[in-house]
């Protein structure tokens, strides 16, 4: 079951690090400053702790813009969907 709410950003673990494309987060922290997010990242909730895969452009955006907060899509996982996405 997957759902979509808001979820504090410092609350989210990014085991992956990514160089993101600086034009893109800046193009993204134009639009999200100007219409606000249209689209959500996507995030696995292991055990109560949210991790991202996915959304680092959005979610570097966010960060710059000062938001305490960003649209997500949730989905509940065991231990080892975690681990294949780290693998």
Not at 32 to 41: L, R, T
């Amino acid at each position: 079951m997957v759902r979509v709410q808001e979820i504090p950003l410092n609350q989210i673990k990014r085991p992956l690090p990514r160089a993101n494309d600086p034009n893109k987060v800046q193009a993204l922290i134009e639009s999200i400053a100007e219409i606000g997010q249209q689209e959500p990242i996507d995030v696995l909730e292991v055990d109560g702790q949210y991790y991202g895969f996915s959304g680092c452009h959005r979610y570097e955006a966010c960060q710059r813009l000062g938001k305490e907060t960003i649209l997500a899509r949730v989905r509940k996982a065991n231990r080892s969907v975690l681990q294949m996405h780290l693998a």
